[in-house]
């Protein structure tokens, strides 16, 4: 079975400050990764993806995530932070060779303070 | 439309009544899913299509909730003499399909903005 753990309920961060939100994955095969944001009463939005090839992947909003298959981890970073960033972001996997289905984690919280 | 349409919005319904919810995907995906979201917490999957075959229904709780997608477009998820323990915003996600060594695999999802339902 697959799964993701994203092991902090909340990150805090000021603005202007690099932000890291982590994620472990465990499945059987090859993981497709992604992260994906969600706004207060608005749908859960993509971010970026991993599929195969360079293991920093950069994607909307100046995000990126890197993939470490050694630690099983995806987590997603971002150089400087905006207030605007403050949001709900979930990390998901799929297993690339069989897998349809995209299991996601419980989700972080990201504050970002002026 | 440009993106995933769900319907309705906000769904209030007593304890024992049916409800469909409607998910009308983004043109020529091929692949239509169902999640339920609690509050606070991560989606958790219940069904997904690709075309017209249900393909996976494995996350769906119980015999009271079944969905279909008749013409491999618009797709309905029924929950049958709904329960309080039912209520949750569930969300549709549509994804296109892309091609890794000659074999189509579906890519990222794309999230409606959900159908909340509250069984009083």
């Known amino acids: 079975a697959q799964s993701v753990a994203q092991p902090e309920d909340q990150v805090n961060v000021a603005e202007g400050n690099p932000l890291t939100v982590k994620c472990t994955y465990s499945?059987?095969?090859?993981?497709?990764l992604f992260w994906y944001v969600q706004y207060p009463n608005r749908g859960l939005q993509f971010l970026l993806k991993?599929?195969?090839?360079?293991?920093l992947v950069k994607g909307s909003y100046g995000f990126e995530a890197e993939f470490n298959k050694s630690q099983t981890s995806f987590h997603l970073k971002k150089p400087s932070a905006l207030v605007s960033d403050s949001a709900l972001y979930f990390c998901?996997?799929?297993?690339?060779?069989?897998?349809?289905?995209?299991?996601f984690g419980g989700g972080t919280r990201l504050m970002v303070k002026p | 439309g440009a993106g995933v349409s769900q319907s309705p919005r906000y769904k209030v319904t007593k304890r024992g009544q049916d409800v469909a919810l409607r998910c009308d995907p983004i043109?020529?995906?091929?692949?239509l899913y169902w999640y339920r979201q609690a509050l606070g917490q991560g989606p958790e999957f219940l069904t997904y299509?690709?075309?017209?075959?249900?393909?996976?229904k494995s996350g769906l709780p119980n015999d009271r909730f079944s969905a279909e997608r008749p013409e491999g477009s618009i797709s309905t998820l029924t929950i049958q003499r709904t329960e309080q323990r039912d209520s949750a915003m569930y969300r549709c996600?549509?994804?296109?399909?892309?091609?890794?060594?000659?074999?189509?695999?579906?890519?990222?999802?794309?999230f409606g903005e959900g159908s909340r339902l509250t069984v009083l």
């Open positions: 996600a549509s994804s296109p399909q892309f091609r890794e060594d000659r074999v189509r695999k579906p890519g990222e999802l794309f």
């Open positions: 499945v059987s095969g090859n993981p497709y």
């Open positions: 991993y599929i195969t090839g360079d293991n």
């Open positions: 998901a996997v799929r297993e690339g060779n069989a897998g349809n289905m995209l299991t």
């Open positions: 043109s020529g995906h091929v692949s």
């Open positions: 299509f690709n075309y017209e075959a249900q393909q996976d």
